[in-house]
Structure formats: structure tokens, C-alpha cells
């Protein structure tokens, strides 16, 4: 190796330790852009229990029979008994027996999560393409499919997080962990 | 071949004594060794490099509840049977997707963070890129792993088409506490909610504790860009947790003051017990292992030596030890291990063994840094429900028959 070949390295060393020992006290970088809270709006879809964020709009179970029987009978059966997708209703008082039937109805601790999962994820082939209403009345469907609700009641922003599931108070927390045995 | 064998002979004729002769002799009864791939020109070079073709059968298992109805949802299964060492080849980790692999332009995706922070945030991609990146190797378990070993009778199937929900990999990216102190957490935020851009939405919980402790926004796997099925452009990795909350495709983290609780933290993803009501927000994977080699439908060709392999890991932190039993437990001792000094990685064991010729009882049992020890099969199936299917870190036991045929069996 020439002299001047090891010259060459030897600064190039010292530049790359000069500018790790830089860097370690440099700011850390910040490429976020802020956002408005009106493009938020659009793609904000959680909904949490106490129903923050549902949007305008309302249905009926009766209403919700007829977007049920076009986007969602074909994959969880008539009346919700599923095949092949996932049973919707029954099962209510299953749960401690050797064959419990999870559904919507005997399971979900929350109405508002039928409403968000709807909403995000269904139908399969075509997401994001229900009405708000259609949501809310197939929704509504469900529940009445369940017996938790009247066949008329109204599901709207304000009467859809006070309905109370069966199974409410069925889950215990694990968060903070618990010590297990 | 006549003229190859006198320019042999020529050739040697030059060397004097005794090798000479030998070489003559050799040289004349046959023509040099070599297979029909020695004696012509190999292949060009490929971009992009695929396996051996004598190694094809090897792949993905797939179990797909809803069939051709929705090919993307349930899940492929790492062939951990036929893999070896820790990490495991991005074509074959292991994929879990509700509603199939989004084919998502970098360009177009962008990451959105708000709710409780100073500062509402949108990134896109390229400034992802820009963040001073950190690598770690994980393992990834998708909580129901396993469950195919819950049903009534034991599925005569390969290792990984029950045990294959667990993967190995060396993860390339930035801690998510960079973006969430970047927009400014707001003293109520208590966790976020993780959402990704396929077309389910899937969305989980997190504490904020775990997103600010070594949650990382993954963007290489094993040295490449992240496949699609693995969350490109970008996913939630967090490290010991169960795979589903480690959201592929992130599109929006939202700081809250409460659990979302939605679909896949409540009527999925949570551990029914006998009494009717179910754990949720259960979130480490706990300790566990399988042997891969030998295993179910395997055949032990012959007597003699056979070394037992296998995968150990735990969500709280190393493995410490893993024991193995070639008696059903009666029995066990320790195997050395590989990589038993990385967290939440998968962790190689091997035991060497001399088969007789006699039935043997496979198992292999891991004890975590923590002392948190793999339950025997009886003991995890009486805690739960009949139904339940997550978190099954249960023993896993092969026999093997006096014809050398492993099977699976519950012991």
C-alpha cells in the first residue's frame, strides 16, 4: 500500500468517528407533516365503547335485513347461523358448557364493535362500501337477530354504545399481566 | 474416449516410480469420476435467487377455513420441519391475514398519528426511510399456533402444519417512540390503537408502555424489503407479543385513553376458560418449544445415532434451558443450545440420541430467563375452555414405532 493510500483512509476514519460522536448529540429527525383534522376525519374509523366517533346516521333491524340478505346472508347463512363464514347469532348461555357457540350475541362484550368491524372490514369482497345507515340497520339486524334488541329500535350515535351486550361482563383484563398458576 | 485415454497415458509417462504406475492403471480401467453437472457449463446469473429444484417440496403450509372462498384468510405456516439454525427464509415465514395480502404502492400509503398528541402527524414512506434505523432478531408467533394441536384426536400432519405460526428474523427499522415523541404523547394517552391498510382494517390495543418500550416500525426483514405478506411498505413489530398485534400494512396509530376493543381483541384473541368467561389483553407468548427433526411423518431411516432438533422461544425474554425426553417424560435431560443469548428469538436446541429400534416418546420442554416453565398438554387443555385456541404453548409429543414411523400423539 502507497503512502498516500494510507493517508487517504486514516482521513476518511476520522471523519466517520467525528461524525458518530456528532450525531449522538444531534435532535432526532422529524419528517412528520401535520395533518388537518378534517383529512384525519376520513380515515379515522375506530370506534372505541362510549361510541366516540360514530358518525350521523341511523337503521332499523327491519332496514338491515334487506342489506344483510344482499351483502352478507351468502357467507353467514340465513338468520346468522353462519357457514361458511362465522355464526352471528345464538350461543347466548353456551359459554360454560362443552359446546359453547361464540357469536356476535353471546360473546362480543360491545355493540360498538359490530358497528367498527362492519364498517372497516365488510363485506369481504367490497369494504368501505356500505352506507353509514346500511351500517347502522345491519347492525341493528344482528343484535335483533340476538333477541337484544327490538326489531324497530333505532341504532343511531347515541343509542347504539348504550346497548348492553349479554356477555358484557365476561372478559377479565390481563393487562396489567397477572401472575400466572 | 480413446484419445482421452492415451493423453492420460501420455501424461503420466512423464511422472517416474511407483505413483506412475498406479495413475496408469486407473486412468486406463475407467474414464474420471464426475456427474453429468461436471462435465458441462453451469447456469447464468439470476436477479433474484430461488431454491434448489430438488428442494421445492418445501414451503408453506396453508390453512385456509373459508377455502377457495377467501384463499387470503387464515393463514400459511412456516415448514419448520424442514428448516434449520434460527432465522427463517422470508419466502417461507409464516403469513396470518384476515383479508388477504394488499399489493400496496409505497408512494400512494401513507402513516397517520393523532388522537392524544401534541401534534397530528402524516409520514409517508420516503420519510419513514429516513429514520436512523436499529436491527434486532424476533421471533413472531401468531397466537393461535398450535390450535391444530387442540383438536380431539392428534392430526397426522407435518410439524409445521400445526406448530409452523412461529418464525425467526432479523428485523430492520426505528423505535416507534421516535414518532410518538415526534407528535408529542398527552399525559392521558394509555394506548394506541394500530391499524393496518388491508382490506380488513385489522386493528389492535396497545399499551402505551409497550409502544414506548421496543415496539419498532419494521421496514427490512432478513436484509431485504418487506415482502407484501409480511406488511410492506411497513408494520408494527412488538417483540415477545402475540404475532396478530404486530400490525402488517400500518396505516394509523391514534392514542386513546382506553382499549378500542375491537373485533380482534375481543371476539378473537382472547382465551376462553371453562367457567364461560375468557382472558383478554393476554399479550406475551409464553415459553414453549417443538421438536422439528425428528417429527410427525417423518421416517427414522435406520438404528443408531439420530440428533433431535428443535425450535425453543419465549415472549418475557431468553430461553434458559430446554430439556428433551426420549421417554415420555420420564426421563429428561438437557440439550445445548444455539442463540440462547438473544431475547425473544428463536433459539436452536439439539440432543444427541441413539435409537434401538424400541418405541420412544418424544418431547421437549423450555425454561424461560424468567423461570416460567412449558406446561404439560393436560395441564394447559384443563385451564381453558373446550373451544379455546390461543396461546397453546403446550408440550408437544412425537412417537416414534418400532418401524421407525414418528406420529403424533397427546401424552
Redesign the interface.
Known amino acids: 500500500m502507497s503512502t498516500r493510500s494510507r493517508i487517504a483512509i486514516g482521513t476518511v476514519l476520522t471523519l466517520v468517528a467525528c461524525a458518530t460522536a456528532q450525531?449522538a448529540d444531534q435532535p432526532?429527525?422529524?419528517?412528520?407533516?401535520?395533518?388537518s383534522?378534517a383529512?384525519?376525519a376520513r380515515?379515522?374509523?375506530?370506534?372505541?365503547?362510549?361510541g366516540a366517533g360514530l358518525p350521523a346516521g341511523s337503521g332499523t333491524a327491519r332496514e338491515g335485513l334487506k342489506v344483510y340478505e344482499q351483502h352478507c346472508l351468502a357467507?353467514h347463512g340465513a338468520k346468522g347461523v353462519g357457514k361458511?363464514?362465522d355464526a352471528l347469532a345464538g350461543g347466548i348461555g353456551s359459554?360454560?358448557t362443552?359446546?359453547?357457540l361464540?357469536t356476535?350475541g353471546s360473546?362480543?362484550?360491545?355493540s360498538?364493535?359490530l358497528f367498527?368491524?362492519v364498517r372497516?372490514?365488510m363485506p369481504?369482497n367490497n369494504?368501505l362500501s356500505l352506507s353509514d345507515a346500511d351500517v347502522y340497520a345491519v347492525s341493528a339486524y344482528v343484535l335483533f337477530l340476538n333477541g337484544i334488541i327490538a326489531e324497530d329500535t333505532v341504532m343511531n350515535a347515541q343509542t347504539l354504545p348504550q346497548v348492553k351486550m349479554p356477555n358484557r361482563e365476561?372478559?377479565?383484563?390481563?393487562?396489567p399481566?397477572r401472575p400466572?398458576n | 474416449m480413446k484419445d482421452r485415454r492415451l493423453f492420460l497415458r501420455r501424461s503420466a509417462a512423464v511422472v517416474s516410480g511407483a505413483a506412475a504406475a498406479a495413475l496408469v492403471g486407473r486412468a486406463s480401467a475407467e474414464p474420471l469420476a464426475g456427474e453429468p453437472w461436471e462435465r458441462v457449463y453451469g447456469a447464468g446469473f439470476t436477479r433474484y435467487g430461488q431454491p434448489s429444484r430438488f428442494e421445492q417440496p418445501v414451503g408453506r403450509h396453508f390453512g385456509q377455513p373459508y377455502g377457495e372462498l377467501a384463499p387470503g384468510s387464515g393463514a400459511a405456516l412456516s415448514p419448520i420441519e424442514a428448516l434449520e439454525g434460527i432465522i427463517t427464509p422470508n419466502p417461507v415465514h409464516f403469513i396470518r391475514s384476515h383479508s388477504g395480502t394488499p399489493d400496496i404502492d409505497p408512494k400512494a400509503h401513507r402513516l397517520y398519528i393523532h388522537g392524544l398528541v401534541d401534534r397530528p402527524l402524516r409520514f409517508s414512506v420516503d420519510a419513514l426511510l429516513h429514520y436512523p434505523r436499529i436491527t434486532r432478531t424476533y421471533f413472531l408467533e401468531c397466537s393461535g399456533n398450535s390450535s391444530r394441536a387442540l383438536t380431539p384426536q392428534p392430526a397426522q400432519v407435518p410439524a409445521g402444519a400445526m406448530h409452523g405460526n412461529i418464525s425467526c428474523a432479523e428485523w430492520t427499522g426505528f423505535p416507534l417512540r421516535m414518532l410518538l415523541e415526534e407528535a408529542g404523547v398527552r399525559p392521558q394517552a394509555k394506548w394506541i390503537l394500530a391499524e393496518g391498510a388491508d382490506s380488513a382494517h385489522m386493528s389492535r390495543s396497545v399499551p402505551l408502555e409497550k409502544a414506548l418500550d421496543d415496539a419498532v416500525i419494521a421496514l427490512y426483514q432478513n436484509g431485504e424489503r418487506l415482502r407484501p405478506e409480511q406488511g410492506y411498505p411497513l408494520r408494527l413489530l412488538l417483540p415477545g407479543w402475540e404475532g396478530n398485534m404486530s400490525v402488517k400494512w400500518l396505516r394509523r396509530i391514534k392514542l386513546t385513553d382506553e382499549p378500542t376493543h375491537t373485533k380482534d381483541e375481543t371476539s378473537k384473541y382472547t382465551d376462553a376458560l371453562p367457567d364461560g368467561r375468557a382472558l383478554q389483553f393476554t399479550f406475551e407468548m409464553g415459553v414453549k418449544s417443538v421438536i422439528t427433526r425428528p417429527s410427525s411423518t417423518m421416517q427414522l431411516a435406520e438404528r443408531g445415532f439420530q440428533e433431535i432438533s428443535g425450535i425453543a422461544w419465549s415472549g418475557a425474554g431468553r430461553v434458559r434451558r430446554v430439556e428433551v425426553s426420549t421417554d415420555g417424560g420420564k426421563t429428561w435431560a438437557e440439550a445445548a443450545l444455539t442463540g440462547a443469548e438473544r431475547p425473544r428469538a428463536l433459539v436452536r436446541f439439539r440432543y444427541p440420541w441413539q435409537w434401538n429400534g424400541g418405541t420412544a416418546l418424544l418431547q421437549s420442554c423450555a425454561i424461560d430467563e424468567k423461570g416460567n416453565v412449558q406446561p404439560v398438554r393436560r395441564d394447559w387443555v384443563a385451564r381453558y375452555a373446550p373451544d379455546a385456541r390461543f396461546h397453546n404453548n403446550s408440550i408437544v409429543s412425537w412417537a416414534v414405532e418400532t418401524d421407525g414411523r414418528v406420529k403424533h400423539v397427546y401424552a
Open positions: 450525531r432526532a429527525p422529524r419528517y412528520g407533516e401535520p395533518v383534522a383529512e384525519l380515515w379515522d374509523i375506530s370506534i372505541p365503547p362510549g357467507c361458511p363464514a359459554l360454560a362443552k359446546t359453547p361464540r356476535v360473546y362480543w362484550p360491545y360498538t364493535t367498527d368491524y372497516r372490514a369481504l369494504p365476561g372478559f377479565i383484563s390481563d393487562w399481566p400466572r
